[in-house]
């Protein structure tokens, strides 16, 4: 939530920091500002809206000079105002200071500086830190921020820059991701490495607890004794392209399309004909640790949730191995019974979720063995698991997640592989599966071909008000998602339900403006879901139904009872949620589109959520 954006070198700040507030504005997107300096003269720039908005701005009132700060806003303080966007400024405007996070004893901090006569110009818990550091600063900036940070409670990813030293830029990290990126006689700081694409792969990621110090020919990392510490320099591998919407109207389309080629780089390397299993390099457990698992609890927040509950029927079943999902914003807060042999397993996109990170902790700290399935390469999550497996979807950029859950659950079946064949599965069931994923990218691909079919029934149904969403077995997680992804970004009331219970109180929303989507399963419980279309249909509810395609008698079924029915490819019942999410995220995108909706940067959400 928020992005950061700091350079120092020899070119202008303002266009630099201008492109990567675009690159991270999928992060929060109610305000934004930045902070240059020439010499020691500082200039403010801020605007409530999005970053178009501060352009236009910034056209008027151009921001000179080759250092600066810039921030864009997701509020937590504050509404989304002129006045509340970051940065903040103290000192007769010569601090300015951007930050992520939230600082948790603000009120307290605040009247202790109101009794020492300063006045506040915003609602910001950031601002407390302006006018501290400005309490602080004799003539080092760097030693100011130092003295300041153990005064904050919570969570910050922060930079700063004053006009009193117009040479250096600090930063400083706790519980919210900080990254530099080293350039030729230029520094840049982020919150997100997707904002250094095109200046430079070179990255060296903050730890909680350290500060970073920039200028333009050096760079230092600092620890919470002012003592340098040494860090490893790492290359991030994603061109800007990756990052780029191509072709495409909106990045969540372009990430529904990019699902079979994300799926192709979930697989490569990881498939093993020799042991009709699948192989990762990064689980630092050996096999004799893993058999001695006795149960896996799965952690993580929205849809990665989903797919963590795909990945429980996948264990369960594959690995004969019990597992418990959990949110993590629950979890970090329950004291539940766990025994030694338990393996947490944190699922999360960005690898920065809050929720996530604490519940990871919280487990660390138990004892037990953490394991993490991420996108982002490098982020916290991946960096504090004892080991994991990367997603590899590529940059996700739409507040939607998409090719993440596809991404996640096709590890989680890998892994689900991997462990079965370890115990009960032999190597005949190992090697015909082997066959079904590596069939899978293609089985999407043809899935994503319902897209016309998919706009004519979100045209009928767009005006709609609720929708239901049924499924059973695997497709029950796949209607969790599909009503997610539905009311996030078209704001249609979307519940997700496993069919079966609807009749235990939801079946009472069902009237003739509230449609359902029905997953139909290719598996045993196919008559089950059958009677329970019919109890919708029995009351009026219209009916669209997803189901695979090769069974002409359920096709004739389904034609007689649904009012709207897509086929999906015939794939085995574990891999059915990778074929059936896709028309249910086309259906979300092409309802948002319809109904005027912002679709990569829907109203109140931001893409990583790094505050609890
Ligand atoms: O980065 P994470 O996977 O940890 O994020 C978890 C959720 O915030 C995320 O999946 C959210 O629900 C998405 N906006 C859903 O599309």
Redesign the pocket.
Known sequence: MCGIVGYIGQREAEPILVEGLRRLEYRGYDSAGLATLSGAELHLRKQAGRIADLVRHLRDRPAAGCLGISHTRWATHGPATDRNAHPHVAGNGSIAIVHNGVIENYTNLKRQLQADGVVFATDTDTEVIAHLIDQHLQDDLVEAVRQVLPLLKGTYGLAVVSSRQPDVLVGARLGSPLVVGIGADEHLLASDPAALLGHTRNVVYLQDHQMCVLRADGWDLLDANHTRVAAAVQRIDWAPADADKGPYEHYMLKEIYEQPEALENAMRGRLADADASAHFGGLNLNARQLRRAERFVFT??????HAALVGEYLFEELARIPVEVEYASEFRYRNAPMDRNTIVLA???????AD?LAALRESKRKGHHTLALC?VVGSTIAREADGGVYLHAGPEIG????K??SNQVCVLAMLALYLGRMGHLSSIQGLRMLKEMRALPNAVRRALGCHDDVRRIAAKYQHVRNMLYLGRQYLFPVALEGA??LK?ISYIHAEGYPAAEMKHGPIALVDENTPSVFLINAGGVVDKVLSNLEEIKARGGPVIAIAPEGDDELANQLHDRADDVLFVPQVPEYLQPLVSVAPLQLLAYHMALLRDCDVDKPRN?A???TVE
Not at 300 to 305: N, Q
């Open positions: 993580a927040c929205g849809t990665s949730w699922i999360t996109q960005s690898g920065e979720t996530t996108n507040v939607a997640s998409t993440a859950f997610l992804k996030e959400l893409k990583s959520v």
